[in-house]
């Protein structure tokens, strides 16, 4: 398996557009998370999913973010519009239920300037 | 609110020393508590898991434990070698939930 796979590795973009992070899950894992990495906050969990169903979305920070993950094998998450306050390393990552052995992707930078 | 803290921020030690990482969490009602690596511009990699019921546990060089009434667990590493040189998180559940609660890492260098 080619691990847990996010798209674009980096994102430079200007405020007030449309951002969309993408993640592919292990196959056969059935929680899919999205953390948020910055310098002063750290690592930040924004929403996790169980069998494609959002169960925790306490962290998405405002209106502005929304995710989804319409089938098993595939995630978006979404900033409209974008802000300078955006810009930080998104993460995604899976794992089975209960196993807690939990498989990060490389990451998206973004940039919002 | 449980946090999760991690000290120091940075070390840094001769290759060949052995050194322990610090977490301290305040809340003892965990689940279980993991230890990640996460090396410049790459994701984060699982070292250690151990359960609420555990004490320890341990691979190759190695060993992480947990004293929940203290609300603490250590990182050990030993004989370092350059190539441990990384951030090093830990991160815990509570109650059941996935949602893992970070700390901000300790960025280790381990000189040649």
């Known amino acids: 398996d ?19 992070l993408r993640c592919k899950p292990i ?4 929680s899919l998370f999205w953390y948020r990495q910055t310098m002063m906050r750290g690592l930040e969990l924004l929403i996790y999913f169980n069998n494609n169903v959002p169960i925790d979305d306490s962290g998405m920070p405002e209106d502005r973010f929304s995710a989804k993950m319409p089938n098993a094998s ?29 498989t990060f992707g490389s990451g998206t930078r973004l940039t919002v300037v | 609110k449980q946090e999760v803290t991690q000290i120091p921020a940075a070390l840094s030690v001769p290759e060949g020393e052995n050194l322990v990482l610090n977490c301290s969490f305040t809340d003892s009602a965990i689940y279980n508590l993991q230890w990640f690596r996460q090396d410049p511009g790459k994701g984060l990699t699982s070292l250690l898991l151990i359960q609420s019921s555990q004490r320890e546990q341990t691979s190759g ?52």
């Open chain 1, 2 to 20: 080619a691990g847990v796979i996010q798209s674009p590795r980096h994102e430079v973009t200007e405020m007030g557009q449309e951002v969309t």
């Open chain 1, 27 to 30: 196959s056969g894992h059935n």
């Open chain 1, 74 to 102: 595939f995630s978006t998450l979404k900033i409209q519009p974008s802000e300078p306050r955006d810009s930080a390393v998104y993460f995604c990552a899976s794992s089975l239920v209960g196993n807690y052995g939990y």
């Open chain 2, 61 to 112: 060089r190695l060993n992480a434990s947990l004293d929940k009434s203290s609300g603490r667990s250590t990182l050990y590493i030993a004989a370092s070698q350059p190539g441990d040189s990384a951030t090093y998180l830990c991160a815990l559940t509570q109650g059941g939930s996935e949602k893992l609660v970070f700390g901000k890492g300790t960025k280790l260098t381990v000189n040649p």
